[in-house]
């Protein structure tokens, strides 16, 4: 049965030992009692649907990462799949998606090769990319300096969905590969060459709608949670500029390659919070709630899952009985 290795095991504990840190410094500097009066405003009610919206994102992202197994004509049960998908996010924060990896070898237990799954979140990753970047397009309506930042991001995916979807590309790569001395750079551009093929079929016209249609489903819920969190312990800037705050912290913490967005996220999201107007104390307790029921609360679900996995080996079971 496969397992977080001692490797992955330090660096989640690294990161959750640095994202405590991170957080302590953050609410000593604005105070404990008041970030702890900010976080209960919320009460039990707001605390469960801020974390029932993080769920349903996390559902319809399985929904849809589901979708592509079946375009490659792959099945696995449900709820032994959905726990596969999920235990990925309990490596969200290591460096290198490590994540990504267990879930590509949990899939590779059951003969699904390497190169579907890899495409299957690479597709995956670029179409979220692209739901938040037009989610930040809202900035444009209430953040005039931000639109830049945002229409280039628009721009760069829109060239790259083409290129994405050319045999041109691809052929070129073959090419490129075949022409290259160096066997390491040879074997590495085809294997990207090979995973771009794969990720076309993902791509095509009907799954690439879906794909952006249950993606923009479940950052709108996401974003939704952020406005009911924004509303309540913040000014109320209304549903536009909360959607747009929070998509143009993602993308700055995408942007900054460091592991989950940590502290770019964050500080981006205090920044722009302080930006229209808010108090130091919501500055900072939103974007940490905001965190700890997103990112912190897939983290938490992924070692449930891992766990779950490696407790019950159902893997290991279902893979004896093929």
């Not at 900010?38 to 469960?48: D, I």
């Not at 995956?124 to 229409?151: I, M, P, W």
């Not at 050319?166 to 990207?192: D, N």
Request: positive net charge; glycine residues 8%.
């Amino acid at each position: 049965m496969l397992d977080l290795t001692r490797r992955q095991k330090k660096m989640l504990a690294l990161s959750l030992l640095g994202a405590a840190a991170l957080y302590l410094g953050f609410v000593l500097y604005t105070g404990f009692d008041d970030f702890v009066h900010a976080a209960g405003q919320l009460g039990v009610g707001g605390w469960g649907l801020i974390l029932a919206c993080s769920s349903g994102n996390y559902l319809l992202r399985f929904i849809r990462w589901n979708f592509y197994l079946h375009r490659f004509n792959h099945r696995l049960p449900l709820f032994l799949h959905f726990n596969y998908y999920m235990s990925a996010f309990a490596l969200t924060t290591t460096p290198g998606k490590a994540g990504e990896t267990i879930r590509s070898l949990y899939l590779k237990s059951h003969h699904i090769p390497f190169t579907h799954s890899l495409a299957m979140f690479f597709t995956e990753r670029f179409l979220d990319v692209v739901v938040v970047t037009l989610l930040a397009t809202l900035s444009l309506l209430s953040l005039d300096q931000y639109g830049e930042f945002v229409l280039l991001a628009a721009i760069v995916l829109a060239l790259m969905l083409p290129l994405l979807r050319s045999r041109l590309v691809i052929k070129t790569l073959q090419h490129l590969a075949g022409r290259i001395a160096l066997p390491s750079l040879s074997h590495f551009i085809q294997h990207i060459s090979v995973l771009l093929d794969s990720a076309r079929r993902l791509l095509q016209w009907q799954n690439l709608y879906t794909g952006l249609i249950l993606g923009v489903a479940a950052w709108s819920i996401q974003g939704l949670a952020f406005y009911f969190i924004l509303s309540t312990l913040g000014p109320d800037l209304g549903l536009t500029t909360a959607m747009s705050i929070y998509a143009i912290s993602l993308l700055a913490g995408a942007l900054s390659f460091v592991p989950g967005g940590i502290g770019t996220t964050e500080a981006v999201m205090g920044l722009l919070l302080l930006h229209f107007g808010a108090d130091n104390v919501s500055a900072v307790a939103i974007p940490v709630i905001s965190r700890i029921s997103t990112l912190w609360f897939a983290v938490t679900l992924g070692l449930i899952s891992s766990s779950y996995l490696g407790i019950s080996g159902a893997a290991a079971k279902t893979v004896a009985e093929k």
